[in-house]
């Protein structure tokens, strides 16, 4: 229990013993944990030290609050590895997951000039901009906008992209995926974002911009993806 004598001060001793009972079960998945009050009177300790362990562990993401019901211990974040050029759908299916898709978006444009110099293409050829919803298990996890030279994938249809696009790409297009180059970059969703993603602003969100290349060095895609920072951590194995 608490230890009002430690060094440590006691909200976040508190937080340790949520933690604690948030990974033996105690407080499953999405259940309601007691309130302020309740805890305040279990720990002996004051509702403003509870507020603070609570706001912590909110911020941390282990907790989400809903006005007028109280707060509820959030789902596990997904651990996306950031070392292997994988798919969206591969990544879902390794962890158990459904992957699903919507597709918003399906248009052939002129890419603006960025997005031209990154495809490696001059000014006359066109892409498909594409805007998917991707959902795990049916939850909304992140929204890719996407760009890919139509001369390279001249047979895309709206209906291969409810599915993989690397599936697509590999076992339809008949060609073969090399590399890519990824940039991360913290920010706070846009309105639009937050509503496709179904969570509340302001709200974190980890944009990330693959450009991908066929392993004879072209360039297939460049992706501007919004991934939940609610949902998701990012882990890459480092050696030296
Ligand atoms: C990932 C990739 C995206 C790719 C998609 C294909 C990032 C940032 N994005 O989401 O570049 O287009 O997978 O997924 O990792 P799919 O094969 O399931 O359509």
Redesign the pocket.
């Known amino acids: 229990m608490v230890d009002k004598q430690s060094a440590i001060p006691i909200y976040v001793q508190i937080e340790e013993l949520l933690r604690e009972r948030i990974a033996e079960g105690t407080y499953p998945v999405n259940s309601l944990i007691p309130s302020e009050r309740d805890l305040s009177a279990q720990f002996g300790v004051s509702r403003m030290t509870v507020r603070q362990a609570l706001l912590n562990l909110v911020k941390e993401g282990l907790l989400y609050r809903e006005k007028g019901r109280g707060t509820f211990v959030a789902e596990e974040k997904m651990e996306q590895p950031l070392n292997g050029l994988?798919?969206?759908?591969?990544d879902m299916k390794a962890r158990g997951f459904v992957?699903g898709?919507k597709l918003i978006g399906f248009s052939i444009v002129q890419p603006d000039a960025q997005i031209a110099a990154k495809l490696g293409l001059d000014g006359e050829a066109s892409v498909y901009k594409i805007i998917r919803i991707?959902y795990a298990d049916n939850t909304p996890m992140?929204i890719?906008r996407?760009f890919l030279p139509v001369g390279l994938l001249p047979e895309l249809t709206e209906e291969a992209?409810q599915?993989?696009?690397?599936?697509y790409i590999e076992q339809q297009a008949h060609l073969v995926i090399g590399q890519?180059t990824?940039r991360m970059e913290a920010a706070l969703a846009k309105l639009d974002d937050a509503e496709y993603l179904q969570i509340s602003l302001p709200a974190a969100v980890v944009l990330?911009e693959?450009i991908?290349m066929l392993d004879d060095g072209r360039p297939f895609?460049v992706?501007r993806?919004t991934y939940r920072a609610d949902r998701y951590k990012f882990i890459s194995e480092i050696g030296r």
């Open positions: 994988t798919s969206f759908t591969e992957p898709t991707r992140a890719e996407s992209l599915g993989s696009l690397y599936a890519a990824q990330i693959r991908s895609e992706v993806s």
